[in-house]
């Protein structure tokens, strides 16, 4: 097996913390790559080093690929990208070139759609709302009328988007006694009981689920998909789950109504991306509020990194890659 050449293009603190972890000795192993040095802006690289490049492997922080930066890359055939979306770096230019683009975007879905899984199970049993009586008050409520119309019996989730987090979470979701529904505009009826979920617009959807779980791309037409309009159609208890972009919910809505406590949130993302410090969302007691956790974090960047990394040895033995990423994917994922 041949060992292409490749160069590391990623931000100097992610650079940092995978050598640490030795999480690119594999690479080293399959690929002509010098693992202590990385590319975080074209114009000042090695030209030699770029000249000779046959493969760049991105993570968080690759310096944008426009045309002049593939001018000093003549030999580039592939970016392997160890993390999720490649919208921040790929650009037209990469296409145009006939450069072939892989991401390891779904094995940065596993812990999104693992956290998800949590949280929806979580939302059915209260357990934030528990957790907080039980604390303000030392003694255990009566558990029939406290917990009654609690639990995860039957209770009806509403998935948002069959993206790759999406449908995921839909599969961790089949061993379960939940009724499932699901909106994504690019999937017929018989798609959505495929993933064994029932196909729903997205205000029926909306209306009729207990918890609510976005997974949609963040795109023109979907900004603010949860409006003031769609956020009042959740009915009263519901839960909305928000691990997929900031901008798709309308922040001063939805805070209208948690501060009410009509509904439950958990929010791993939000817009702006860290909320005012006077932002009531930090102390309501029906929200979960995390700083956008739900990704790949610690020892999962290792996860990335091994796909990304099978992904080179795949090229290098003369294989197609199994996660490529096609251009008109970017109009329609996150």
Not at 6 to 19: C, Q
Not at 278 to 299: C, E, F, K, Q, W
């Amino acid at each position: 097996m041949r060992r292409p050449h490749t160069v590391l293009a990623m931000g100097a603190g992610i650079h940092s913390r995978l050598r640490a972890d030795n999480a690119l000795d594999r690479l080293a192993s399959v690929a002509r790559v010098d693992t202590t040095t990385t590319v975080t802006d074209f114009t000042t690289a090695d030209p030699r080093q770029l000249a000779r490049t046959e493969i760049l492997f991105t993570h968080w922080g690759a310096p944008l690929l426009t045309e002049d930066a593939l001018h000093r890359m003549p030999r580039l055939r592939a970016v392997v990208h160890a993390a999720g979306s490649v919208k921040h770096h790929i650009t037209d230019a990469v296409w145009r070139h006939g450069i072939t683009v892989s991401s390891a975007a779904t094995a940065n879905a596993v812990p999104v759609a693992e956290f998800t899984l949590a949280a929806i199970l979580f939302a059915g049993k209260r357990v934030l709302d528990a957790s907080r009586t039980y604390a303000a008050t030392r003694t255990r409520p009566d558990l029939l009328p406290y917990y009654d119309g609690y639990g995860n019996y039957h209770r009806t989730v509403g998935i948002v988007g069959a993206s790759r987090i999406g449908r995921r979470v839909l599969d961790l979701l089949r061993p379960f006694d939940l009724d499932v529904l699901l909106h994504d505009p690019y999937l017929v009826p018989e798609e959505a009981h495929a993933l064994g979920a029932a196909q729903a617009g997205l205000d029926e959807l909306v209306r009729r689920s207990d918890v609510v779980s976005v997974h949609a791309p963040q795109l023109p037409e979907t900004h603010h998909m949860f409006d003031a309009r769609r956020i009042a159609l959740l009915k009263d208890g519901a839960t909305l789950i928000n691990t997929a972009r900031g901008r798709l919910v309308d922040t001063d809505a939805l805070t209208a109504h948690l501060v009410t406590g009509r509904i439950h949130a958990v929010l791993d993302v939000t817009e702006p991306e860290v909320l005012p410090a006077d932002s009531p969302l930090y102390s309501l007691p029906n929200v979960l509020l995390t700083p956008h956790i739900a990704g790949s974090l610690g020892n999962e960047l290792g996860r990335m990194t091994d796909w990304a990394v099978e992904e080179v040895a795949r090229y290098a033995r003369g294989l197609p890659f199994v996660h490529e990423v096609a251009p008109d994917e970017l109009t329609r994922s996150a």
